[in-house]
């Protein structure tokens, strides 16, 4: 792991790897744990604030590794209390991380990818195109970022974050391996012993993926479905085309039944005026998901420049949730927070060094529609 000339960046290394870390350079296994409690329950970045390590050892891990987590160059604070970064990457492009208080639960949704490499249909940050995947530092240093922007914090007492959702920029299970190291940082208790079920995996559907995660976590699962049929979430999820929704369904029962508790699915449904929002979708809905152990939680369209979309009335989503209620769902409706800081669902769009040309491609095609 150690590299000449190469500083290693603590920031992201799991227990496991800190602990293979230390037996490199001829240390005892716990250090790991002493540098994860200096590092993420503490927010110390300066080797020589480690009172409880040697100096002769701080001295050579300043050589030989570094803490550094992502670049901030804004924050935005609602009227409503949400926070958004907007963290710069090497290379140029941004990402964009928020955490939305409510009561004594904070919840942070961050990103995984650089833009993202699906093409959801209604979705801002999808438009922006793809760069590349982020780090495992990257992703934790959202968290990192997060707490530490909090001024006067007893990080014994206080916990501004409290929830943890993968639902930012990016599709999580596209940088599978980054990712779940991230979540084992996050849910260790010499880090921000983040519950399992207070860490949500949102997924668009890449089942493989899903199937691999049996064994490796017990993080909880959401489900951006969007669609109650095959012919209309080939249109707002390109990716159900290669995993259609019995599969994906199927894939995820099966993730759900070797959880030791009776954990349920969130299955996210952004509802999206004439399209999905009709009382044969929310009928379809309904039967689709009667053998699935799940809650829904349904997201009226955040409009943006170009979608094509429209959001629902207010009427019709409590008519669509009304009925779902009726058949027997837990059903909630997503109460939109930080569209004063574009930092609502589906508004994160960061700055994408796009590689896939994707976002030119959408320009170019709303000058035509105009």
């Known amino acids: 792991m150690v590299k000449e000339n190469i500083k290693i960046n603590l ?3 799991s227990r496991d790897k800190l602990i293979n870390f230390f037996a490199e350079i001829g240390e005892k296994p716990f250090r ?3 540098i994860m409690q200096w590092i993420h329950q503490y927010g110390v970045h300066d080797f020589d604030e480690m009172t409880n390590i040697s100096k002769s050892l701080r001295e050579k891990l300043k050589g030989i590794s570094k803490i550094e987590g992502p670049e901030i160059v804004l924050q935005n604070i609602s009227s409503d209390g949400t926070r958004k970064w907007v963290m710069k ?3 140029g492009s941004s990402i964009e991380t928020v955490l939305i208080p409510e009561g004594d639960r904070g919840t ?34 959202q968290i990192w970022n997060a707490i530490a922007s909090f001024d006067n914090l007893d990080r014994v007492k206080d916990r501004p974050v409290t929830n943890v959702v993968f639902m930012g920029m990016g599709e999580p299970l596209l940088n599978f391996d980054n990712v779940m190291d991230a979540i084992s940082i996050m849910m260790d208790d010499f880090a921000y012993s983040i519950s399992k079920k207070r860490l949500t995996i949102s997924t668009a559907g890449v089942v493989p993926a899903i199937d691999k995660m049996c064994g490796l976590t017990d993080a909880s699962i959401a489900v951006s479905l969007h669609a109650p049929n095959d012919e209309l ?14 599969v994906l369904l199927d894939s995820v029962r099966n993730y759900l039944d070797q959880l030791s508790d ?12 004439g399209i999905n929002d009709r009382k044969i979708h929310a009928s379809q809905l309904i039967n689709l998901l009667k ?9 009226p369209f955040n409009p943006f420049p170009g979608s094509g979309y429209k959001k629902p009335s207010n009427t019709e989503v409590r008519f669509f949730q009304d009925m779902l209620i009726n058949a027997g769902y837990i059903t909630t409706v997503r109460t939109t927070r930080g569209d004063d800081i574009d930092a609502a669902c589906g508004q994160l769009v960061g700055k994408v060094e796009d590689r896939t ?10 000058e035509l529609k105009n």
């Open 108 to 141: 942070l949704c961050i990103s995984s990818q650089i833009g993202c490499a699906l093409d959801c249909s209604f979705c801002s940050t999808g438009k922006q195109g793809f760069n590349r995947n982020l780090s495992t530092e990257e992703i934790v240093g």
């Open 89 to 91: 990457m090497p290379g």
């Open 357 to 366: 040309r994707r976002s030119a491609r959408y320009i170019e095609l709303q």
């Open 262 to 273: 009776k954990r349920k699915a969130t299955i996210e449904y952004t509802l999206i005026a």
């Open 233 to 246: 979430r080939n249109q707002l999820v390109p990716v159900n085309k290669k995993y259609p929704i019995k």
């Open 11 to 13: 920031l992201g290394l």
């Open 291 to 299: 053998d699935v152990p799940c809650k829904i939680n349904l997201i």
């Open 32 to 34: 790991a744990k002493q």
